[in-house]
């Protein structure tokens, strides 16, 4: 064969020789021929060695030189014919490589980035980090029994996608759930199971919007409805929220939006509640304007004071309103399932596109969910985490009563399983949270959670879900030493 | 108390009693008082009954009247003072009511309607249905065992959100995984977790295009990109598909898109492999424009004839190639794992966004998969089901050839798990869908795969997955006979 090709081949074999270790011989020997071939090594048109010779060339076997032969020509690196094996034309990377990559970051992704001090999460277990259920206290060994009853009721079929828009059973458990706890009107076919409230505001965001809509969030308020807007070409007008919750006035609504996003029972983060005169008006407005109304009904199953505040969704006949919740906090994050109930007129226009962008999935998970709602052993659990969080409640606040010597206000409370302490802004919470995550505390400054933070929209959210009582006095003692050393004098 | 509330009051009642049955009696005197004041019949500024009036009146105990107005009064229902108990004003829902739902249906869901004949799936272990996996062979019981070990390595921890873009170890074994099998060339930054292949596809759809941008996918081609672009502002440009894969021109690329949208290894529906010459192509224009590909590696782990031809995203250096994959059919399709890898120049720009959007979750299920793949399971389960396909497809090629009496071609099936038949046009492929999916046969018409079929897209789309050797003969047969009945004379 020409020496130009021994030459070459046996350069691309000293660069990288062949060893019976790395590998199957032909994939190496492929790898090699590839790699001259695509960097131009070995030219269009040139004719490589047979088999045979090539085999005692590189002392392999003759199989191992076809197979390798066979394989590039199936990729289409060289054509194989009675006159033996040549290299394909190929456009030459060398030329690719030189474009460079120019391709453009786009909007999206910035406006994203844009969403105001992203403070670092902090691992699941981090102290004081809003939003995490007792962990410890889940009733884990009996998740698992009911989850072994559910793969043993499933069988093989479970393994599937299963339904699209969720696993009957776990629907109508929903569906009975929320009318009993909620006074949610709705059938099970309303309800849409969902990847946790995250997939459900993503739903929402992408399917009720067309472009130029606006949508209206709470400011400060929930990130992830703010990020799921994002994400779509709705611009978004953050409302103020007051003691009494969302504020929208007659002017406004001059310009009415396409969506509302709304935590009534517990806004987050500052905890307060929608007042029903307020309730009503939003629904009054939504249906004379055709707007939606999303109800993140966030935290209510955590009322500490008095029976739950009745749902928006059932207040009024017909609302226009996507009611939304999830199981990340009565049962545990990592599960990731969550729900939406549309309003009857959505049911139809709404069922086909549902079924295009979900898969289902989670089957077992879904059917041991649906039992253990059923079974009462939800209901149980969701009675200890209340009392838990009451206690946690009452201890947090008097730890900061105690040890937190700032000046500060403590807001929000009547649910959930956070605090918000509110402080003046010579105490910048940004600077405060990221001291406080070097001491493995994971509070979250209020100003995050404002699209334009007022001076007020500063403090810290206190999560208390996660953090056993003993360690309040330490930590909250360790806050108030952070926050009095970030004093801006 | 004045005559015209005891009268509302004991009409509320008639109209449904207050029974020890129907949960707590507060509760209901509060949903009765409720709906008088929603429904007008008790006008603002009301006074209610004192609260040992109304329950000598109802024949209940005080408490529970003092009880139903304290949360009336929480919800802003009535104002309690000095004075008594007051209905307090609220906009009444009968005007509501009276506007109307007129909130429109907007595009994007009207688009979602619109992704060509939508055929029903058939429950997940319907007979023929394309993309489902042996259910059956899954070795349930280790994976559970793996589980089980994730749960107690895990711990409480496990229960909570975990990282949002993927447990570290997963992120790790697949990068290892893509590179040994696949030739990817990534780091474990680059590898995103995601909720099967879906949400990978959502979030390139989401996060990488500007309003206006084009999105091109292969026609026929999978719904689920179509659906994940249709939920963005993109325009959607559908691309013929040969038998070497997607085709473009030079004159194409006159106006370049952002997306590409690609099944190299295996295009799905039809089958073909894109040829290395297309894909080099693909590559230095996608460059020279600007353009990101999106791989889905469809079906590449099952490689019936020869070894898996490498990814394009480890093609070129510096590729801008978004390559994603799932465990849907390697694993199991309720599991909703999947993965996105991202180009390095992406890394940066997105890390925020991703973290924005994603909240990670089913943290057990990510660390049992990263040692399922380490331990070696997971491979000697793709080996058993490697031959296993293979048979089953040799069986069903057999069974068309003998039993399938309508002039037809069979393609692809170089890999995968499912068999094309393309049928002459007379033989409309949704009827005989239609009619096959009332004997439990979930064969998919090609038809339903192009936004503009053209006549050649016509045939059946036929999954051996999932369905047994034995009885590929009795419902070819059965098709068979359905395709003569439908046949347009």
């Given at each position: 064969?020409?020496?130009?090709?021994?030459a070459?081949?046996?350069?691309?074999?000293?660069?990288?020789?062949?060893?019976?270790?790395a590998?199957?011989?032909?994939r190496?020997?492929?790898?090699?021929?590839?790699?001259?071939?695509?960097g131009g090594?070995?030219?269009?048109?040139?004719?490589?060695?047979?088999?045979?010779?090539?085999?005692?060339?590189?002392?392999?076997?003759?199989?191992?030189?076809t197979?390798?032969?066979?394989l590039?020509?199936?990729e289409?690196?060289?054509?194989?014919?009675?006159?033996?094996?040549r290299v394909?034309?190929?456009?030459?990377?060398?030329h690719?490589?030189?474009?460079?990559?120019?391709a453009?970051?786009?909007?999206?992704?910035?406006?994203?980035?844009?969403?105001?001090?992203?403070?670092?999460?902090?691992?699941?277990?981090?102290?004081?980090r809003?939003?995490?259920p007792?962990?410890a206290?889940?009733?884990?060994?009996?998740?698992?029994r009911?989850?072994d009853?559910?793969?043993?009721?499933?069988?093989?079929?479970?393994?599937?996608?299963?339904?699209?828009?969720?696993q009957?059973?776990?629907?109508?458990t929903?569906?009975?759930?929320?009318g009993?706890?909620?006074?949610?009107?709705?059938?099970?076919?309303?309800?849409v199971i969902?990847?946790?409230?995250?997939?459900?505001?993503?739903?929402?965001?992408?399917?009720l919007?067309?472009?130029g809509?606006?949508a209206?969030?709470?400011?400060?308020?929930?990130?992830?409805?703010?990020?799921?807007?994002?994400?779509?070409?709705v611009?978004?007008?953050?409302?103020?929220?007051?003691?009494?919750g969302?504020?929208?006035?007659?002017?406004?609504?001059?310009?009415?939006?396409?969506l509302?996003?709304?935590?009534?029972?517990h806004?987050?983060?500052?905890?307060?509640?929608?007042?029903?005169?307020?309730?009503?008006?939003?629904?009054?407005?939504?249906m004379r304007?055709?707007?939606?109304?999303?109800?993140?009904?966030?935290?209510?199953?955590?009322?500490h004071a008095g029976?739950?505040?009745?749902?928006?969704?059932?207040?009024?006949e017909?609302?226009?309103?996507?009611?939304?919740g999830?199981f990340?906090?009565t049962m545990?994050?990592?599960?990731?399932?969550g729900f939406?109930?549309?309003?009857?007129?959505?049911?139809?226009?709404?069922?086909?596109?549902?079924?295009?962008?979900l898969?289902?999935?989670h089957?077992?998970?879904?059917?041991?969910?649906?039992?253990?709602?059923e079974?009462?052993e939800?209901?149980?659990?969701?009675?200890?985490?209340?009392r838990?969080?009451?206690?946690?409640?009452?201890?947090?606040?008097?730890?900061?009563?105690?040890?937190?010597?700032?000046?500060?206000?403590?807001?929000?409370?009547?649910?959930?399983?956070?605090?918000?302490?509110?402080?003046?802004?010579r105490f910048?919470?940004?600077?405060?949270?990221?001291?406080?995550?070097?001491?493995?505390?994971?509070p979250?400054?209020?100003?995050?959670?404002?699209?334009?933070?007022?001076?007020?929209?500063?403090?810290?959210v206190?999560?208390?879900?996660n953090?056993?009582i003993?360690?309040?006095e330490?930590y909250?003692k360790?806050?108030?030493?952070?926050?009095r050393?970030?004093?801006v004098r």
């Amino acid at each position: 064969m020409p020496p130009a090709i021994l030459a070459t081949l046996s350069q691309a074999l000293i660069d990288a020789p062949l060893s019976r270790e790395a590998g199957p011989l032909q994939r190496q020997l492929h790898d090699r021929l590839k790699r001259s071939i695509l960097g131009g090594h070995l030219a269009p048109a040139t004719r490589l060695p047979g088999s045979r010779v090539l085999a005692e060339a590189l002392s392999v076997s003759r199989n191992t030189v076809t197979a390798a032969y066979d394989l590039l020509a199936a990729e289409g690196y060289v054509h194989s014919d009675r006159q033996g094996t040549r290299v394909a034309a190929l456009s030459r990377p060398a030329h690719v490589r030189r474009a460079g990559a120019k391709a453009a970051v786009p909007v999206t992704a910035s406006r994203l980035s844009d969403l105001g001090t992203m403070v670092p999460r902090g691992h699941a277990a981090a102290a004081l980090r809003p939003c995490v259920p007792a962990l410890a206290q889940f009733p884990l060994a009996d998740w698992r029994r009911a989850l072994d009853r559910a793969v043993r009721r499933g069988g093989p079929a479970g393994l599937g996608y299963g339904e699209p828009l969720g696993q009957p059973d776990l629907r109508a458990t929903i569906a009975r759930h929320l009318g009993l706890s909620r006074g949610v009107r709705c059938t099970p076919d309303q309800v849409v199971i969902t990847e946790g409230a995250q997939e459900a505001l993503s739903l929402c965001a992408r399917l009720l919007t067309n472009p130029g809509d606006t949508a209206w969030i709470e400011d400060p308020g929930y990130r992830g409805a703010k990020a799921a807007m994002q994400t779509t070409d709705v611009r978004i007008v953050p409302k103020r929220v007051d003691a009494e919750g969302l504020v929208t006035t007659a002017e406004d609504w001059k310009h009415p939006p396409r969506l509302v996003y709304v935590t009534p029972s517990h806004q987050y983060p500052t905890g307060a509640v929608l007042t029903v005169q307020r309730r009503l008006a939003l629904i009054e407005q939504a249906m004379r304007h055709g707007a939606w109304l999303i109800e993140d009904d966030y935290d209510s199953e955590f009322r500490h004071a008095g029976e739950p505040i009745t749902a928006m969704q059932g207040l009024v006949e017909q609302a226009p309103v996507l009611y939304l919740g999830t199981f990340s906090k009565t049962m545990f994050p990592s599960l990731r399932l969550g729900f939406l109930v549309l309003p009857e007129g959505l049911l139809a226009p709404l069922e086909r596109p549902l079924k295009e962008l979900l898969r289902g999935g989670h089957v077992y998970e879904q059917l041991a969910l649906s039992a253990f709602m059923e079974s009462g052993e939800f209901a149980r659990h969701l009675g200890r985490m209340r009392r838990l969080y009451r206690d946690r409640q009452s201890c947090l606040r008097d730890a900061l009563t105690r040890h937190f010597r700032v000046p500060h206000s403590v807001e929000g409370g009547h649910s959930g399983m956070h605090l918000t302490v509110r402080l003046p802004s010579r105490f910048p919470d940004v600077a405060i949270a990221a001291a406080a995550a070097r001491y493995g505390l994971s509070p979250v400054p209020l100003s995050g959670f404002a699209l334009h933070p007022l001076p007020q929209d500063n403090g810290l959210v206190l999560g208390y879900g996660n953090t056993p009582i003993e360690l309040y006095e330490p930590y909250v003692k360790r806050l108030s030493q952070l926050a009095r050393t970030a004093e801006v004098r």
